[in-house]
T-cell receptor, first 108, second 116 residues
């Protein structure tokens, strides 16, 4: 079973930051937090991952709380093409266990 | 790099027929994963390989499903006989061996299977 809890849906205005929360209160010390997204039934696309430090790449930023029980994915300037289902995954193993994710709708 | 390649992209077949899905992982990747996505169950792992050897097949639904990886650049997922409940999108993914659960998995575009 997925070890994460995410809101089922969120809206964001185009050009604004999208902040997607994730709860992972049972995370263990060696488990990474991964974020993937899936645009309209395409293959899931990797976004970012982290262990305990905040991470940033060209797509997004990942903020992990100090106790590691929750995290937030930030898309700094959302565009219409960012409309997708976003999955937060706690990953202890080689394979990924997907939950239901958050359906993010970016609106003009 | 071409990424993970899957074929066919769409497959429509009749109940009872054999179906073979194909995957070519990214060159140099040692891990290959097969996932299935349905409305009811979401995305779930079926099986994964390391260096062409199946490591965990606990997600394979039943004996009608089989997967092989004869070499590092090719894998198949076969369903025989197919049933309507097998209708789903099947994704293949690969990752390098690197640092275990720190390595990124790259997904293919998927095969959309419809069994009538």
């Amino acid at each position: 079973d997925a070890k994460t809890t995410q809101p089922p849906s969120m809206d964001c205005a185009e050009g604004r930051a999208a902040n997607l929360p994730c709860n992972h209160s049972t995370i263990s010390g060696n488990e990474y937090v991964y974020w993937y997204r899936q645009i309209h039934s395409q293959g899931p696309q990797y976004i970012i991952h982290g262990l305990k430090n905040n991470e940033t790449n060209e797509m997004a930023s990942l903020i992990i709380t100090e106790d590691r029980k929750s995290s937030t994915l930030i898309l700094p300037h959302a565009t219409l093409r960012d409309t997708a289902v976003y999955y937060c995954i706690v990953r202890p193993l080689m394979y990924l266990i997907f939950g239901k994710g958050t359906k993010l709708s970016v609106k003009p | 790099d071409a990424g993970v390649i899957q074929s066919p992209r769409h497959e429509v077949t009749e109940m009872g027929q054999e179906v073979t899905l194909r995957c070519k992982p990214i060159s140099g990747h040692d891990y290959l994963f097969w996932y299935r996505q349905t409305m009811m169950r979401g995305l779930e792992l079926l099986i994964y390989f390391n260096n062409n050897v199946p490591i965990d097949d606990s997600g394979m639904p039943e004996d009608r499903f089989s997967a092989k990886m004869p070499n590092a650049s090719f894998s198949t997922l076969k369903i025989q006989p197919s049933e309507p409940r097998d209708s789903a999108v099947y994704f293949c993914a690969s990752s390098p061996v690197g640092r275990g659960n720190q390595e990124t998995q790259y997904f293919g575009p998927g095969t959309r299977l419809l069994v009538l």
